[in-house]
């Protein structure tokens, strides 16, 4: 039972508790690169996910084997082959999708997120936690993507396109502002989500401080 | 011939800038440019490392994978040809110039996993480059990287001392100013129109 619990808890951490992207601020360069549109977020959210999810498995299952001092280079190469994978199926199933997101795709490689995670978690935690680990991070990571994404393409383009469906019909009776959907965009973006987080954390702390006050 | 390498530096350093418009190399940027002079010595360490990778990672694309079709190991020996390039650089550094090696020292390790080393070497093959223009792009490139950090290590030092809301102290406020200096290098645009027609 507490077995399970420990995965449920490793599960979630990374959801909200530790998002790789607004709460360790790790992972920006993607994160801020493709976020133009909700599908980009997505795919690069999968992406990131199944990269996260293979090597986690992998370094956990050779972590006895390697030696530490050569730990780094042996996680790089695992990374490496599961982006070589990626990049690879992408290219065949999704080119238009592998078009857009660009050298992002390999560039997942060197994403601080999937390092961070072998060294830190799969290295000294067993197979099955690691995934659990790599499954909750990655989808952390493709909800912090999806939400700018979608707050980028609806103030962008005043509209949000989901697999080829428009989602508000003819679009939102306001006039775009383009800046969003350019560089400039995702930057003040990024930076909004992460200050109202704060905001939010800090209200809640303050709240729980002052129940405590009243209990005593 | 000679002005293909002007738009190139061009590019890579205004038009294109590295950080601001491409998105490359963004954990530097914001981790290491609280203070300028640590923001100039990552900004030489990476104009330094950049060209270096520019250089060989063509010479190991069109010498080794192209030649063999070997295409599929891009990404596999990219990384590993940076990674071990970083390391050589800071053994013979370490040997030759202990000066140099104290100023450059602390930031190669981190250079590693700085993707915009990664990102010049694809945008390299991708832009099917020549070796000397994938060495001008990687060196415009970590100029146009220094060009950034250094201007924002100057906003950041006044963001030091400015009043901001609590909520947004540290990375959020850093974003946002980093965004409208996103929105100032957006002037360079038709620099190209301005210049070339």
């Known amino acids: 039972m507490s077995r399970l619990r420990k995965l449920v808890d490793d599960f979630r951490n990374g959801i909200i508790p530790e998002n790789p992207l607004l709460r360790l601020v790790l992972g920006m360069c993607p994160a801020l690169a493709i976020s133009t549109a909700v599908m980009n977020g997505f795919w690069m959210g999968v992406a990131v996910t199944f990269v996260l999810t293979g090597s986690n498995l992998l370094i956990s299952l050779i972590r006895g084997l390697i030696p530490s001092r050569v730990r780094i280079p042996c996680f790089i190469v695992v990374i490496a082959t599961f982006v070589t994978v990626v990049d690879l199926t992408m290219n065949a199933f999704l080119p238009e999708m592998h078009q857009i997101l660009g050298i992002f795709v390999p560039l997942i490689v060197v994403n601080c997120i999937i390092l961070a995670r072998a060294e830190t978690f799969a290295s000294r935690k067993p197979a099955l936690n690691s995934v659990v680990d790599g499954l909750g991070m990655g989808l952390g990571f493709t909800l912090a993507l999806v939400i700018i994404s979608s707050i980028r393409e609806i103030l962008g383009t005043a509209n949000l396109v989901v697999a080829g469906w428009r989602v508000f019909g003819a679009g939102l009776p306001f006039n775009p502002a383009q800046v969003m959907v350019m560089p400039p965009g995702a930057f003040v973006t990024l930076g909004l989500i992460v200050g109202a987080l704060n905001l939010a954390t800090r209200r809640r702390s303050r709240r729980a401080a002052c129940r405590e006050e009243a209990r005593s | ?197």
């Open chain 2, 1 to 197: 011939m000679t002005l293909d390498l002007v738009a190139i530096v061009i590019s890579a350093i205004l038009v294109n800038n590295f950080v601001l418009m491409r998105f490359l190399g963004i954990c530097p940027f914001l981790g290491v440019s609280r203070r300028l002079s640590t923001a100039m010595g990552m900004g030489v360490a990476v104009i330094f490392v950049m060209t270096l990778a520019s250089a060989i990672t063509w010479i190991f694309q069109h010498g080794l994978l192209t030649p063999l079709g070997l295409d599929y190991l891009q990404t596999v020996v990219y990384i590993l040809v940076i990674a071990s390039l970083v390391q050589f650089v800071e053994m013979v550094i370490q040997k030759t110039s202990p000066a140099l090696y104290q100023a450059l020292g602390i930031y190669l390790p981190i250079i590693t996993t700085n993707c915009a080393i990664l990102g010049v070497a694809f945008i390299n093959v991708r832009e099917y480059y020549s070796f000397l223009e994938s060495s001008v792009n990687g060196f415009a490139g970590g100029v146009g990287f220094t060009l950034a950090i250094v201007l924002f290590a100057g906003v950041r030092e006044r963001l030091d001392v400015a009043e901001t809301p609590a909520a947004l102290q540290g990375v959020p406020i850093a974003l946002i100013s980093a965004g409208l200096m996103s929105v100032g290098f957006f002037g360079f645009r038709n620099l190209f129109h301005f210049l070339f027609s």
